[in-house]
Every structure is written in C-alpha cells, then in structure tokens.
C-alpha cells in the first residue's frame, strides 16, 4: 500500500506521527461505453464553452456560481485556506464507541506510526481499547474539511470520515406515523425467525455474486471470439424465475412468519447432517 498522506494526532501535548492509507479498495471490473452499432468508444471531452477547444486538466480552474457571476478559485487561491494547509488530526473529543450511529461513517482509512518509536501510537490505541471509547476529530484532507472517527481495529488504528450532521436526512415517512398494531403472538414468531438466522458474522462468507458472473461472460465472450450466446454461457436455468409463479400471491403475515422459521430450521438441519 501507498500513503496518500502524513500527519500528526494531537490530543493536549500529545503528538503522534502517522501515515494515512486508504483501508478500502474497489474491486469492480471496470466497463466503458461503445457505440453499438460499430463498437467505437463513446469518450466524454472537457470542451470549454467559450472557444470551444477541449482543455487538458492543468487548464482547469474551479469556479462557485450564484446565478448571476461567477468566482474562479485557482489552485494557488484554494493552497492559501489554512484548514487546507493542516496536517494534524486534531482530537476534539472522547467518546462512547456505541453512540456513533454507522449511518454518519464515509471514507475508511489506516493509520501506520511514523518516525522511529510508536509508543505513543501503542499507548493511544491501547487507552482507546481500555475505555471503550471513539476519538472525535478534526482533520483535512483533499481540499476538504472533515469530521472523523479515530477508533481501534485490531492491532491498528483506523480513522474513519464522518458525515456532518446536516448530510445526514431525516426519515420521515407517513406510513409509519399511523398506528400500527404489532402482536405479541407475531412478535414472538418474528423472534423466532430472528432466531433461526442468527450467526457470527463471518465476511468472508460473502461475494459479490454479479461481478463473478459478468467475469463468467466476459471470459466467455473472449474464448468463443465474442460470438457466445448469453443463455448458452451460463447453461440452463431451472428455476421458477420469470415464470410468473407466485405474482399476486399474498400470503398472511403470520403464515410467512411460520414458513420462514420452519425452512430455515430445515435448511440448518440439512446443513449439520
């Protein structure tokens, strides 16, 4: 991994050197789009609207527009902000891990001590352990200014982006403003079914099903010299898909309740034998 940047965590007189890493990576098979009737690439031009010449990158200036003029901020304009200038990730505040509401958490990154002693870096990921606590910080990074999260994954200490609080909408939603009567007798097959599903999360159970099958197609299309038919690359499909088994079907919630709980328990059953 490469840094994409260097700091310093300060809490009171405390300085804790670090380098920053990106703690996710995008693993999509990239698609770009063709004309489809010769397969020439579709491209998309920055064309100035004035002389109408398409402008290279190093050319291009940002600009805020308030409807009637414009202000064009140039990199050297933006170089001059101070919070841009910054290099520390300054902690505001400790707090309990469990009042962080996930919804609030953006960009993930992990923080590597730099310099020749992590004491300090050990010490504050250990302090942070003991307490049960998430550091509340202020840091800027790519032009931007953010509120994040500086918490303990593992041996390392991560520092997750959060979400200001005015990004983050209100669910307001009609339909759950009226009274809804639950009953204990649904409640409890509810419960039942919760429990039937329950397990340790385990992510590495998981994948991303789409991407191995459009791979599938993509190699597929490669080794028959792109004339592979879509329905003969992933074979016969048995299943009640399309059929239009079911459409309308409306099944009383306390039966799709009891069905659930069963075919699971069926499911685990079958699993262990």
């Avoid at 609207?49 to 990199?75: K, N, P, Q, S």
């Avoid at 302090?127 to 918490?151: C, D, M, P």
């Avoid at 898909?241 to 069926?266: F, N, P, Y």
Wanted: proline content about 3%.
């Amino acid at each position: 991994m490469r840094s994409i940047w260097k700091g310093a965590i300060t809490f009171g007189l405390v300085n804790v050197p670090v380098k920053v890493y990106s703690a996710t990576e995008d693993h999509d098979i990239a698609l770009h789009q063709v004309h489809d009737k010769d397969g020439g690439r579709i491209r998309y031009q920055r064309r100035c609207e004035v002389c109408h010449r398409v402008v290279d990158y190093e050319h291009i200036d940002r600009a805020y527009d308030d409807g009637e003029r414009t202000v064009v901020l140039t990199e050297d304009d933006l170089k001059t902000l101070p919070e841009e200038r910054s290099r520390e990730i300054d902690v505001l505040e400790f707090v309990p891990s469990d009042q962080l509401d996930p919804i609030m958490f953006d960009r993930s990154y992990f923080l590597e001590p730099d310099g020749s002693s992590a004491k300090a870096y050990v010490l504050l990921r250990r302090t942070l352990e003991a307490t049960e606590r998430t550091a509340i910080v202020h840091f800027s990074l790519r032009q931007k200014t953010r509120l994040g999260a500086l918490r303990v994954r593992g041996k390392t200490l991560m520092l997750q982006s959060l979400l200001w609080d005015d990004e983050v909408r209100e669910a307001d939603f009609p339909a759950l403003k009226a009274g809804i009567r639950v009953t204990e007798k649904e409640l409890s097959l509810s419960a039942n079914l919760v429990e039937s599903l329950s397990e340790d999360f385990a992510p590495a159970d998981f994948g991303d099903d789409y991407q191995r099958e459009l791979q599938t197609l993509i190699d597929a299309k490669l080794k028959e010299g792109e004339s592979v038919d879509t329905d003969a690359t992933f074979g016969d499909d048995d299943s009640d898909a399309g059929s239009g088994k079911g459409e309308g079907e409306v099944i009383d919630l306390m039966d799709a309740l009891r069905q659930s709980v069963d075919r699971t328990r069926a499911a685990k059953t079958k699993k262990k034998a």
